[in-house]
């Protein structure tokens, strides 16, 4: 936990099979976050059945349309094994929909999916397509020694974390305030896509709890 | 325009970022989960069907049969279930039989 990245990269080293991140690849971006845990050395696998989840160190929930994901996620039964891998101690990252799908509570009425970090997210919270936008945002957790360190993060379609409970933590902030990453222990949802920006933290940070969760 | 799907595809494939969110469309004739399932391993990162759903026997299922083979279209055995008892399928219409004043290319000019 919270090792440095030279740290995580030499713990790979010494271990004779890289970590297995699945990627939920039922519908959305889980292409793009592929690619990013090749480019780190872990290897990454398409999750659409339960089966795939065998032997995952950790996983990907990637941004999308979180209805469609629901949807899939119930009609092959999905939702109990990922619930399973989370109870092992497994990290998750849960991007944009993702965090959707993690999140204890869904304004406006929508029944929560996994209900596996304990926030209320509002869907569609900063407007349409439109008005997707990208900053720079300083995310707690993430540095060597977890310290803060400022990532490139893109807002597409997001949702915002309007509350966090007592059992998560809010981790990154935008100027005004508004919450858009939180973590419980090694679940982390994050209202933005730092998959397309050539940020590696993130994923990085996933990598490294992944480690040490399976040692 | 009227380019086969594996025309397509072969382009989609041969760049080396693919779309973010990428479409192949195919126009025309795509009325079948096999025909998703095609255009994925032809390097598409999604499909769009317009009345290969509408034009269906039974387009609410069709479009969820769609959506499947999108999703496993690796998988024979998910595609062989979800094509399944779906009914009639679009039936394609022979370019000849369109008057000239109907056809896409000429349509909107």
Do not use: Y
Request: proline letters at 5%; aromatic letters at 4%; glycine letters at 10%.
């Amino acid at each position: 936990m919270n090792a440095s990245p030279i740290a995580a990269g030499s713990t790979v080293a010494k271990r004779r099979t890289p970590p297995i991140i699945g990627v939920l690849a039922v519908q959305g971006d889980f292409a793009e976050h592929l690619r990013m845990l090749e480019t780190l050395g872990a290897e990454g696998r398409e999750v659409r059945l339960p089966a795939d989840l065998d032997g995952v160190d950790g996983l990907i929930l990637p941004g999308g349309e979180s209805t469609a994901m629901r949807k899939l996620l119930d009609r092959w039964d999905l939702v109990k094994p990922i619930k399973a891998l989370a109870k092992r101690g497994a990290p998750i990252l849960g991007t944009c929909a993702g965090a959707i799908l993690l999140a204890t509570k869904i304004a406006d009425g929508d029944e929560p999916v996994l209900s596996l970090l304990d926030v209320e997210v509002r869907r569609n919270a900063f407007g349409r397509q439109l008005e997707s936008f990208e900053t720079s945002l300083v995310m707690e957790g993430l540095g060597n020694d977890g310290r803060s360190r400022t990532i490139q993060a893109v807002f597409i379609r997001a949702p915002e974390i309007v509350k966090v409970g007592p059992s998560a933590r809010a981790v990154a902030t935008l100027e005004d305030g508004r919450i858009v990453a939180a973590r419980q222990g090694r679940i982390l949802g994050i209202a933005f896509h730092p998959e397309i920006t050539g940020e590696t933290g993130v994923h990085r940070w996933l990598v490294t709890e992944a480690l040490a969760a399976a040692l | 325009m009227n380019a086969s799907p594996i025309a397509a595809g072969s382009t989609v494939a041969k760049r080396r970022t693919p779309p973010i969110i990428g479409v192949l469309a195919v126009q025309g004739d795509f009325a079948t989960p096999a025909d998703a399932a095609l255009s994925m391993w032809l390097g598409a990162d999604g499909v769009f069907v317009g009345s290969g759903i509408f034009k269906a026997e039974n387009p609410a299922k069709t479009a969820a049969a769609i959506v499947q083979a999108t999703t496993h279209w690796k998988n024979a055995a998910i595609l062989a279930e979800v094509s399944a008892g779906l009914g009639e399928a679009m039936k394609g219409i022979e370019m000849r039989t369109i008057p000239e004043s109907e056809r896409l290319s000429n349509r909107g000019w």
